[in-house]
T-cell receptor, first 112, second 111 residues
Framework: NAGVTQTPKFQVLKTGQSMTLQCAQD?????MSWYRQDPGMGLRLIHY???????DQGEVPNGYNVSRSTTEDFPLRLLSAAPSQTSVYFC???????????FGQGTRLTVV | DAKTTQPNSMESNEEEPVHLPCNHS???????IHWYRQLPSQGPEYVIH???SNVNNRMASLAIAEDRKSSTLILHRATLRDAAVYYC????????????FGTGTRLTIIP
């Protein structure tokens, strides 16, 4: 099992560009979430999903869109990248009633 | 949401026990206490969780105060691989799709 796979691992964008961060899981977990981690900080929740077709906003959703058309995939879209979105992005999954969340290895995004 | 307070950093010698404290004085009766750790350049990984009773697993032990206003993560015999940032997190359910991370405790292991 691959667990939680995030692509790409590194990305550099110019201000105003758009891109999609991919997250795929093979654990058949219902819950999927996106977090961002700025230097020296803990993770902050961007968006989350409790199942296919259902998404909701977290603590810092502005500038990001998500959709969940399948159980396996939960892409995060940056509509118009800004330098303030320079961060490391983590995707996580969790099953209903589960005790632990599983995180991907992260995508390091730099916006110049 | 209930808040947790952890020391910014701690050091410990290799092969000795480590006690990582967490204060959560505003914890509600239904909040679970979770611990995650983040190794350098990796995503967080689950360590342990508990509600009221002390808990043990293969990675660590969790000691919860009787009034539940504090808890301690215990690594019984620290290795260099245990050097990480440790996060103490409260959640209203046993498992949660929404975790609120603080800044955690950076644990340094001295060889």
């Amino acid at each position: 099992n691959a667990g939680v796979t995030q692509t790409p691992k590194f990305q550099v964008l110019k201000t105003g560009q758009s891109m999609t961060l991919q997250c795929a899981q093979d654990m058949n977990h219902e819950y999927m979430s996106w977090y961002r981690q700025d230097p020296g900080m803990g993770l902050r929740l961007i968006h989350y999903s409790v199942g296919a077709g259902i998404t909701d906003q977290g603590e810092v959703p502005n500038g990001y869109n998500v959709s969940r058309s399948t159980t396996e995939d939960f892409p995060l879209r940056l509509l118009s990248a800004a330098p303030s979105q320079t961060s490391v992005y983590f995707c996580a999954t969790n099953r209903v009633g589960g005790t632990e969340a599983f995180f991907g290895q992260g995508t390091r995004l730099t916006v110049v | 949401d209930a808040k947790t307070t952890q020391p910014n950093s701690m050091e410990s010698n290799e092969e000795e026990p480590v006690h990582l404290p967490c204060n959560h004085s505003t914890i509600s009766g239904t909040d679970y206490i979770h611990w995650y750790r983040q190794l350098p350049s990796q995503g967080p990984e689950y360590v342990i969780h508990g509600l009221t009773s002390n808990v043990n697993n293969r990675m660590a032990s969790l000691a919860i105060a009787e009034d539940r206003k504090s808890s301690t993560l215990i690594l019984h015999r620290a290795t260099l691989r245990d050097a990480a940032v440790y996060y103490c997190i409260l959640s209203p359910r046993r498992g949660n799709e929404k975790l609120t991370f603080g800044t955690g405790t950076r644990l340094t292991i001295i060889p």
